[in-house]
């Protein structure tokens, strides 16, 4: 036994160049970029909506809407509630893809020989 409570064995490291370029792991990056890219864009377009809008229609966006709270501040407070929507979206996904994440684990311990 090592000073350091080790027992002086390695662990054994599966083949990431060969995981990296499995199938498994191949549909796991592809599925999630398939979310996240989209969700991504959606989300940089929606928040660079609203400076825009101020700026190019600023008479739009000062118009008021409940009392003294104007079309801006409604987009920009509909931007949390996008935001977590997204979030909200994302968590269902990543169920989805847990599943695929579980079979590249699974071959990542085959090539290590675990159980």
Not at 3 to 27: I, M, R
Not at 29 to 48: E, G, S, W
Request: hydrophobic share 55%; with cysteine.
């Amino acid at each position: 036994m090592r000073a350091d409570g080790g027992s002086g064995n390695a662990p054994v490291q599966p083949d990431w160049a060969s995981l990296a370029t499995s199938a498994a792991f191949k549909k796991l990056i592809a599925r999630k970029k398939a979310f996240v890219l989209p969700a991504f864009l959606f989300f940089f377009l929606y928040c660079m909506a609203l400076p825009v809008f101020v700026g190019y229609a600023p008479k739009l966006m000062s118009t008021p809407v409940i009392g003294t709270v104007t079309l801006a501040y409604l987009f920009a407070l509909s931007q949390f509630i996008v935001g977590g929507i997204i979030a909200w979206l994302y968590v269902r996904a990543s169920e989805k893809l847990d599943l695929l994440v579980n079979n590249v684990l699974d071959r990542a311990r085959s090539f290590r020989g675990d159980e």
